[in-house]
């Protein structure tokens, strides 16, 4: 009787590490492809007075102990983005009103993000 609940114990355990995985494999899955379509959104409708800016968006992945995390930044002008999305002061006086192009695409995208994650999570990957 004990062999019969050991090898029962076993599969549980398998079969949570199974689930465990596919989802996992799933959310990153989701999570990648999310962020590829935040940066071409971003990209999109980044203000382009030259170009050099909106082309600049691009995807880096960071991996810490037990995670990895995506970040979508601009390579080519990473130190302009919050003021060309929130307006800026002007040297002489006055302000530069901001062109919001990076939390539409966020607050659009994320909360399908979410929504999939789940579904994910209810199908088992």
Do not use: F, Q
Not at 48 to 54: C, E, L
């Amino acid at each position: 009787m004990a062999g019969t609940l050991d090898d029962l114990a076993n599969e549980i355990t398998a079969a949570v590490k199974e689930y465990t995985d596919d989802v996992t494999a799933g959310i990153e899955k989701e999570v990648n492809a999310t962020s590829k379509r935040v940066a071409k959104g971003i990209s999109t409708i980044s203000p382009k007075k030259s170009g050099v800016y909106a082309k600049g968006w691009t995807l880096k992945k960071e991996s810490t102990t037990g995670s990895t995390k995506n970040i979508v930044y601009n390579k080519n002008k990473p130190s302009i983005t919050h003021l060309l999305e929130n307006g800026h002061a002007k040297r002489g006086g006055g302000r530069v009103a901001g062109k919001p192009h990076i939390r539409p695409v966020c607050d659009r995208e994320l909360p399908d993000m979410v929504n999939r994650i789940k579904s994910i999570i209810r199908n088992g990957g």
